[in-house]
Structure formats: C-alpha cells, structure tokens
C-alpha cells in the first residue's frame, strides 16, 4: 500500500525544538514537491513547509518567522521538519502531504500522511 506517515510528535515547551519525520512506504519520492500542513481543531490545514523534488527549492510561511527547516534525504525516502522555539500557537496535528505535479498546495495534495500531534505548552 502506498502511504506516507509522520512521526515525531509529542509534548514540549515553548522555546524548545522538535523534528519530524515523514517516511514514505510502497514508493519512492519521485514527486513534483512534498509538504508539511498543520490542523488545529475547528481550523483550516495550512502548509508550514514545502520542498522539492532533490530539495534545490524551499518554501516556508512568512508567520514561522524562520523557526521551521524541511529536508529530503531520498535514500531513507524521508523528509523532515526541524522545528525551533516552538510556540502554543504551532501547537496542531502535523501531516506531510506529496504532489505529482505541481507545488504544495493544502487543497491540491495527491497522497497525505496520518499525521502526528504536536502540543506546545506555555
């Protein structure tokens, strides 16, 4: 079965760091772009990051100020998130997410992973 799940969710205060990990199992990455979305509860899943296909090419939100670095490493078919001075607002379900063609877009996504919990505490 063809799927990607992330990992690496969990609890942490605020100024502390997390990293997650998207795998991806019965395929390689062989897509246009890969992305990290976040859902909070009664919200809209937005994109916090976005990297190509052999990482020449990176996109992040301007509201992460800087805080989030996504990386590709093809050989593990895994691509992460380093996530810095973490905030209760970043506090959400983080899903990785793969497009064929095209760029990320949260309503465009071909393949989503299950997701894992992040919660940021004060």
């Known amino acids: 079965e063809v799927q990607l799940q992330a990992s690496g969710g969990g609890l942490v205060q605020a100024g502390g760091s997390l990293r997650l990990s998207c795998a991806a199992s019965?395929?390689?990455?062989?897509?246009?772009?890969i992305g990290w979305f976040r859902q909070a509860p009664g919200k809209e899943r937005e994109g916090v990051a976005c990297i190509s296909r052999g990482g020449s090419s990176r996109w992040y939100p301007d509201f992460l100020e800087g805080r989030f670095i996504i990386s590709s490493d093809n050989a593990k078919n895994t691509v992460d998130l380093q996530m810095n001075s973490l905030k209760p607002e970043d506090t959400a379900v983080y899903y990785c997410?793969?497009?064929?063609?095209?760029?990320?877009?949260?309503?465009?996504?071909?393949?989503w992973g299950k997701g894992t919990q992040v919660t940021v505490s004060s």
């Open positions: 019965g395929f390689t990455f062989e897509e246009d772009a």
């Open positions: 997410a793969a497009r064929r063609s095209g760029w990320c877009n949260p309503y465009m996504m071909d393949l």
